[in-house]
């Protein structure tokens, strides 16, 4: 008799209190009914895929046959990852969670992929003048922010590095999805994160240097 | 939201801010504890930070807590 996989005896040794699904996941997709407890992954697996690039998709312009292929793509994909990584699950979480993350984030990389087969507009395109619109400033009331927006672009041009003023112009000024950067830079979303965070930082800093930024605060929380 | 809310949201960095690598490791944790109406925040602010500056990390965990709620239906 071949003995159970690790992850199948680990079920009822390790994980006492996990929920009845998590352990019939776990002792399907490692006993005999493997083959089928894959498929049935699959097929959950590639419903949130088409799910999530619906819900996401609008805005990436993805439709039809392509919307499916990447579905499929993120569900085959994710599905590998799940296999291979299944005794890494520790029961901190339901199983279908831990294993619905896989494919969530798949999706989440994909679309940073696909940003680039249609980009709307070239990524490092200093078009300074869409910076006002970029944080919704109404146009009318111009003489309020026009020394803010400008010390901003001043801030960004000669206090950020080269880095931070390339993920600036092209998440900030030109709209970029976080994650088509990532792609596109060959980096992750953490590195770019932590890169903007240093960057928000510096030019928070600038601008109360500068006085401009203090003034509006207060006013802001004096609006009712 | 008014232009002077968002550019302060953007310039408002909070020190206790997790960063996308732990509240990605931990998604799956924390979208069942927003499930459970456990107080994911109260047990994690550190990722509740992140996720109130973060876009495409609070995009994934409104994905996953859609899909495991519905469990893949």
């Not at chain 1, 146009?139 to 080269?162: F, G, Y």
């Not at chain 1, 003023?165 to 900030?172: D, P, S």
């Not at chain 1, 709209?175 to 928000?200: C, E, Q």
């Not at chain 2, 509240?23 to 994911?40: F, K, Q, R, S």
Request: hydrophobic share 40%; net charge negative; proline share 6%.
């Amino acid at each position: 008799m071949t003995p159970a996989p690790r992850a199948a005896r680990a079920t009822s040794v390790w994980f006492p209190s996990l929920d009845p699904e998590s352990v019939e996941w776990l002792r399907a997709l490692t006993g005999p009914e493997r083959e089928a407890a894959t498929e049935r992954l699959h097929d959950h697996l590639l419903r949130i895929a088409r799910r999530e690039l619906r819900r996401r998709g609008e805005q990436a312009r993805i439709t039809g046959p392509e919307l499916d292929d990447l579905a499929h793509q993120s569900a085959s994909d994710a599905l590998v990852s799940i296999l291979a990584k299944l005794e890494e699950f520790r029961g901190d979480s339901r199983f279908t969670t831990w294993a619905y993350r896989f494919v969530v984030l798949e999706v989440s990389n994909k679309l940073g992929r696909h940003f680039w087969t249609r980009p709307r507009a070239p990524f490092d395109r200093e078009d300074w003048e869409r910076l006002p619109d970029r944080f919704g400033f109404d146009p009318a009331q111009e003489s309020e922010w026009r020394e803010t927006i400008e010390a901003l672009r001043l801030a960004v041009e000669h206090e950020l590095t080269p880095y931070q003023r390339t993920l600036f112009v092209a998440i900030v000024l030109n709209g970029v999805p976080v994650d088509a950067m990532t792609a596109r830079l060959g980096t992750n979303r953490n590195a770019i994160y932590k890169a903007l965070f240093d960057a928000r930082r510096k030019l928070r800093a600038s601008l109360v240097a500068r006085g401009l930024l203090d003034h509006h605060e207060d006013a802001e929380r004096e609006r009712p | 939201m008014s232009g002077w809310s968002a550019l302060h949201g953007f310039l408002t960095t909070d020190p206790d801010d997790a960063g996308c690598g732990r509240t990605l490791e931990l998604l799956e944790i924390y979208a069942d504890l927003v499930i459970a109406n456990a107080g994911p925040e109260v047990r994690y602010p550190d990722i509740a930070a992140h996720l109130r500056a973060c876009d495409p990390c609070a995009d994934d965990l409104a994905g996953l807590v859609a899909a495991a709620r519905d469990n893949g239906s």
